[in-house]
């Protein structure tokens, strides 16, 4: 990605610092090639034996979820006024999308992907703000699209998955296929044999479920979605 204009011509030093530690922070967050911030785990269900937050942690997470917003509204003005800046809209596009803002985020990134078609990073963020909206059809073309130009993308594989084990109704053959074929790159990949072990269970094929749950758990016993995974097959 191209830095020459990270920063902007921002009004107050306070709210330039912070918009550069922004583009610092996500940019560090998507250098690899296949971030693990990409991979969704949520099916492979995990015990969930954490107690309820207090009002007091309730109302600072309210009022961080507002502070976001409030710093994606900024962001995000800066943004429109450089319709042509590319980084202007992923920096926009992923504050946005932090702030849980996706119709906003959606639209930052599809500015930016039509800046620089060729780009994958515009394609993967098109693809898990589409699927953190709930929208998984829109997020399956997003994702074959990134995966056309990174075909390796272990998380970006597992999440395509992801989106057919999600959709209503569900198409477990197609996820489960997605799988296989990350697994066929990264045999031990833990989120993705979690994946696989839950749409084999949901399917019927337990014997293959049972068989993956041992291959997982031989490559990491402390795995904290084991004692889950066993219930769900028993």
Excluded: C
């Excluded at 107050?12 to 911030?37: D, E």
């Excluded at 293959?208 to 219930?231: D, F, G, T, V, Y």
Aim: net charge negative; aromatic share 8%.
């Amino acid at each position: 990605m191209s830095r020459d204009n990270i920063l902007f011509a921002l009004v107050g030093i306070g709210f330039g610092l912070f918009f550069g530690f922004v583009f610092v922070t996500w940019a560090n967050q998507h250098a690899a090639v296949a971030p693990q911030a990409n991979t969704r785990t949520e099916t492979a269900a995990e015990p969930n034996d954490a107690a309820p937050p207090t009002d007091e942690q309730s109302s600072l997470a309210h009022g961080d979820q507002q502070r976001l917003q409030g710093m994606a509204q900024e962001i995000n003005k800066r943004a429109r006024d450089n319709p042509q800046d590319y980084d202007a809209q992923m920096v926009a596009g992923k504050a946005s999308y932090d702030a849980h803002s996706f119709d906003d985020a959606l639209g930052f990134f599809t500015k930016a992907n039509q800046l620089r078609p060729n780009e994958v990073e515009p394609l993967i963020q098109l693809g898990n703000a589409s699927y953190d909206a709930g929208r998984y059809e829109a997020a399956e073309k997003w994702y074959t699209a990134a995966l056309a130009k990174e075909p390796d993308n272990i998380n970006v594989r597992t999440d395509l998955g992801l989106t057919f084990f999600l959709r209503t109704p569900p198409d477990y053959d197609r996820a489960i296929a997605e799988y296989r074929r990350s697994l066929e790159r990264s045999p031990q990949h833990e989120p993705t044999l979690q994946n696989l072990i839950v749409a084999l269970t949901k399917k019927g094929s337990k014997d293959e479920a049972r068989a993956m749950l041992k291959k997982l758990q031989a490559i990491n016993p402390n795995n904290s979605a084991l004692a889950q995974l066993q219930a769900e097959l028993q």
